[in-house]
């Protein structure tokens, strides 16, 4: 029987023993967990774990009155030291690096603890018998029993030696810490090779389980101090998927939200985690994302929507798309990937304002006045339409550059494009081409009569007097028209004969709009 109540009976010299090994499992499920159960943690909790079924099984063999029943405990001890030079060696290579050249060697290692295992429970070869101490009972020690202690001893030189090694080779301050502690901590539990003492006459209380608690204590500290933890999809996904600078959402196959990252929901003006679990089509105006499916194919990639926050106003996002996929390759989901392009696009939008638009006065330049212009040409020959033409040219605005000068002349071309466009409908066109000349495109036109009414109340609103810092000026204009596609059908055409038409009506005009500064 392995435990009989009757004949145990803890001691100031066995309960601590006992204590110890149960408070060092402990402390390795602890480590274990804080570290997400990472590699590292894993080759810990094997190493402190059979440290603690050291302690415990020699602990209890302490306390029993009967040499069978400390025998017993002694081989169950023992099991712990079978496993602890492999455990320690695979904890320490994954501390100080380098376990991943050595699977072999590792693998050879649990082979020898498997066989050492055997050996303790069906031979005396490791365990002959027991003899009786002040301190309760105590384990002889066969040849393989001693050799294997040996192998032990060997197993932590050479992990000694190889950490002083990286020690010296490491230039990082953060390393080299890690490492001294491991240093530290082997040095403290070679000290526990005092409880092979006993076994070669000499009567000292085997005190080991204290610094090889320490030992376990001190290598567990320095995995939480510097955070060994394994990077792998199962630790680090969560962290990865809240530190993308896109939004990422996906959805199983129903289109309930799953997974929404940190990013999503800034995207959005959502707290933390409100998607989650909710419809796609209808969580926060989502339903743009159904859309996408509907017009594109899953997979896509960079298609931009119009994204809806949840304080109603709209950003533009590009969306990728593709499939989720479980381990037999069938669709489980759908990944979105979005990255807000806002700013771009209202950068490109502005560039190409600037592009097609005159700096002073904001209007349409030459470039968007003649793409219009072509666009209306072709409306008017499809539809049998008649469109507008006038060529503005101001009268006398030199002679304002001169007296004024610039700063007056660019003011008064800012209050007559003004006042072009306050005089116009909104579907006609005011463009500036060019110094001081203007156009206009008026749209579905009927007549010549029509025309002349809107060219009575440009030269109205044009003739207005203007206030500078330096006076008042009144700016008159010489306009000429023509009528498309009744007088041609040709941008060129036409505007060669609203230049002449200007002239002439500048000819008429001459003296009567002269400007007059006061």
Same mark, same amino acid.
């Given at each position: 029987?392995?435990?009989?109540?009757?004949?145990?009976?803890?001691?100031?010299?066995?309960?601590?023993?006992?204590?110890?090994?149960?408070?060092?499992? $402990?402390?390795? $499920?602890?480590?274990?967990?804080?570290?997400?159960?990472?590699?590292?943690?894993?080759?810990?909790?094997?190493?402190?774990?059979?440290?603690?079924?050291?302690?415990?099984?020699?602990?209890?063999?302490?306390?029993?009155?009967?040499?069978?029943?400390?025998?017993?405990?002694?081989?169950?001890?023992?099991?712990?030291?079978? %496993?602890?030079?492999?455990?320690?060696?695979?904890?320490?290579?994954?501390?100080?690096?380098?376990?991943?050249?050595?699977?072999?060697?590792?693998?050879?290692?649990?082979?020898?603890?498997?066989?050492?295992?055997?050996?303790?429970?069906?031979?005396?070869?490791?365990?002959?018998?027991?003899?009786?101490? #002040?301190?309760?009972?105590?384990?002889?020690?066969?040849?393989?029993?001693?050799?294997?202690?040996?192998?032990?001893?060997?197993?932590?030189?050479?992990?000694?030696?190889?950490?002083?090694?990286?020690?010296?080779?490491?230039?990082?301050?953060?390393?080299?810490?890690?490492?001294?502690?491991? /240093?530290?901590?082997?040095?403290?539990?070679?000290?526990?090779?005092?409880?092979?003492?006993?076994?070669?006459?000499?009567?000292?209380?085997? %005190?080991?389980?204290?610094?090889?608690?320490? %030992?376990?204590?001190?290598?567990?500290?320095?995995?939480?101090?510097?955070?060994?933890?394994?990077?792998?999809?199962?630790?680090?996904?969560?962290?990865?998927?809240?530190? $993308?600078?896109?939004?990422?959402?996906?959805?199983?196959?129903?289109?309930?939200?799953?997974?929404?990252?940190?990013?999503?929901?800034?995207?959005?003006?959502?707290?933390?985690?409100?998607?989650?679990?909710?419809?796609?089509?209808?969580?926060?105006?989502?339903?743009?994302?159904?859309?996408?499916?509907?017009?594109?194919?899953?997979?896509?990639?960079?298609?931009?929507?119009?994204?809806?926050?949840?304080?109603?106003?709209?950003?533009?996002?590009?969306?990728?798309?593709?499939?989720?996929?479980?381990?037999?390759?069938?669709?489980?989901?759908?990944?979105?990937?979005?990255?807000?392009?806002?700013?771009?696009?209202?950068?490109?939008?502005?560039?190409?304002?600037?592009?097609?638009?005159?700096?002073?006065?904001?209007?349409?330049?030459?470039?968007?006045?003649?793409? #219009?212009?072509?666009?209306?040409?072709?409306?008017?020959?499809?539809?049998?339409? /008649?469109?507008?033409?006038?060529?503005?040219?101001?009268?006398?605005?030199?002679?304002?550059?001169?007296?004024?000068?610039?700063?007056?002349?660019?003011?008064? $071309?800012?209050?007559?494009?003004?006042?072009?466009?306050?005089?116009?409908?909104?579907?006609?066109?005011?463009?500036?081409?060019?110094?001081?000349?203007?156009?206009?495109?008026?749209?579905?036109?009927?007549?010549?009569?029509?025309?002349?009414?809107?060219?009575?109340?440009?030269?109205?609103?044009?003739?207005?007097?203007?206030?500078?810092?330096?006076?008042?000026?009144?700016?008159?204009?010489?306009?000429?028209?023509?009528?498309?596609?009744?007088?041609?059908?040709?941008?060129?055409?036409?505007?060669?004969?609203?230049?002449?038409?200007?002239?002439?009506?500048?000819?008429?005009?001459?003296?009567?709009?002269?400007?007059?500064?006061?």
């Amino acid at each position: 029987m392995l435990f009989n109540p009757v004949v145990v009976s803890f001691d100031l010299y066995s309960a601590p023993v006992v204590i110890v090994g149960v408070l060092t499992a $402990l402390f390795a $499920l602890f480590v274990a967990s804080r570290v997400h159960w990472s590699r590292t943690g894993a080759w810990y909790l094997a190493f402190a774990g059979s440290v603690g079924l050291y302690a415990i099984g020699v602990g209890i063999s302490y306390a029993v009155t009967t040499p069978e029943q400390a025998l017993l405990w002694d081989r169950v001890g023992h099991i712990g030291v079978s %496993f602890m030079p492999w455990a320690f060696f695979g904890t320490s290579l994954s501390i100080l690096g380098g376990g991943d050249r050595r699977t072999r060697v590792r693998q050879a290692m649990f082979g020898i603890a498997l066989v050492h295992v055997v050996l303790v429970w069906t031979t005396d070869l490791i365990l002959v018998d027991n003899f009786r101490v #002040r301190w309760g009972w105590f384990s002889e020690y066969g040849i393989v029993g001693i050799g294997f202690l040996l192998y032990f001893l060997g197993v932590l030189a050479f992990v000694l030696r190889l950490a002083i090694n990286r020690y010296r080779e490491s230039r990082q301050q953060l390393h080299r810490r890690r490492i001294t502690w491991q /240093i530290v901590a082997i040095v403290c539990g070679i000290a526990a090779g005092v409880d092979v003492l006993p076994a070669l006459g000499i009567a000292v209380y085997p %005190f080991g389980y204290i610094p090889i608690a320490v %030992f376990v204590v001190l290598t567990g500290v320095a995995i939480l101090r510097y955070r060994m933890v394994d990077i792998t999809p199962a630790v680090a996904g969560s962290t990865i998927i809240n530190t $993308l600078s896109s939004a990422l959402i996906a959805v199983d196959a129903g289109g309930i939200i799953r997974i929404a990252n940190t990013r999503a929901h800034d995207m959005l003006g959502l707290p933390e985690n409100a998607l989650i679990n909710r419809s796609v089509a209808v969580a926060y105006k989502e339903a743009a994302l159904v859309s996408l499916i509907e017009e594109n194919p899953v997979p896509f990639r960079d298609v931009e929507i119009a994204w809806t926050r949840n304080d109603e106003t709209d950003i533009v996002v590009s969306v990728s798309a593709s499939y989720l996929h479980d381990s037999r390759k069938q669709v489980v989901g759908i990944v979105y990937i979005a990255h807000d392009v806002s700013r771009r696009k209202r950068a490109e939008r502005e560039l190409e304002r600037l592009a097609m638009h005159d700096d002073l006065t904001g209007l349409p330049n030459r470039k968007l006045f003649f793409d #219009r212009f072509e666009v209306m040409l072709r409306g008017a020959r499809r539809d049998g339409t /008649i469109g507008g033409l006038l060529y503005i040219d101001l009268n006398g605005f030199k002679a304002i550059n001169d007296r004024c000068g610039h700063q007056a002349g660019d003011a008064v $071309l800012r209050v007559t494009a003004q006042r072009l466009r306050s005089a116009m409908r909104e579907v006609d066109t005011v463009a500036r081409i060019g110094g001081d000349e203007f156009v206009v495109l008026c749209r579905e036109v009927s007549t010549t009569a029509d025309l002349d009414v809107v060219i009575s109340k440009l030269r109205e609103t044009l003739d207005a007097e203007i206030q500078l810092e330096q006076g008042t000026v009144h700016v008159g204009a010489s306009i000429g028209t023509a009528l498309f596609p009744a007088e041609g059908e040709d941008r060129d055409e036409l505007l060669s004969l609203t230049d002449r038409r200007m002239y002439r009506d500048k000819a008429r005009s001459s003296g009567s709009h002269e400007q007059k500064l006061r």
